[in-house]
């Protein structure tokens, strides 16, 4: 996004404000835009993109996981979630690199994930919803007494946050061509440096 374009980060959180009502869902856009925004960063530095190209490189990616769930509270059935959206998106004249990774994150849609934004997306969409859970079992209700070990276990732990596919995130992982540990460590990490944001700061501080 150039400086002059109104799709911005800015307006994608209105959008999704706009359409999503539930704190819930929207912590969750928050959590996996942090996990996916850095990836952004680390993807902007391998290519040796700087100054206005990186940073626009990096909205890209904030704007794509922001948006991937924001018709999702209006249209849950899985006819037409990210469908409705990708059509809301259009007509709004949102570009389609974003339309086409957000109808990626979804398996169903047939649409193949191929860019590192569509890995990257899919990677982090189950995995931050499971590491906010990590963290909401806490007594501190914090993410930084979630580390990567405890993640692991909980994994395997069947009854724990049953919602989230664990295939998922192993794929996820395996898909952008990552270590899993190396993947939770990383998510991890970017969401210990937005824990205000996302509310996950500790009990004290929410
Ligand atoms: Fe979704
Ligand atoms: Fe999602």
Redesign the pocket.
């Known amino acids: 996004m150039n400086a002059t374009s109104p799709y911005t980060r800015q307006a994608a959180w209105q959008l999704l404000a706009e359409y999503t009502q539930s704190p819930s869902l929207r912590k969750h856009a928050l959590s996996v835009e942090t996990c996916v925004r850095a990836y952004g960063e680390c993807e902007a530095d391998a290519l040796g993109l700087a100054g206005d190209d990186r940073a626009a490189f990096v909205e890209k990616y904030a704007i794509t996981a922001l948006l ?2 924001f018709d ?1 509270e209006r249209f849950p059935s899985l006819d037409d ?2 469908f409705a959206g990708n059509k809301v998106l259009t007509e709004l004249g949102w570009p389609e690199e974003i339309r086409t990774a957000i109808l990626s ?2 398996s169903y849609s047939g649409v193949p994930r191929v860019s590192h934004l569509e890995k990257a997306l899919f990677a982090c ?1 189950e995995l931050a919803g499971f590491l906010t859970a990590c963290s909401l079992v806490k007594p501190t209700k914090s993410i930084f007494d979630v580390d990567v070990t405890g993640v692991r276990k909980k994994m395997k732990d069947k009854a724990f946050a049953r919602g989230v596919h664990r295939e998922d995130i192993v794929n996820g992982a395996a898909e952008l061509g990552v270590d899993l540990d190396e993947h939770i460590a990383f998510c991890l990490k970017a969401m210990q440096r937005n824990a205000g944001e996302l509310g996950l700061a500790g009990a004290a501080t929410r």
């Open positions: 991937h769930d999702y979630h990210p994150h979804a969409d």
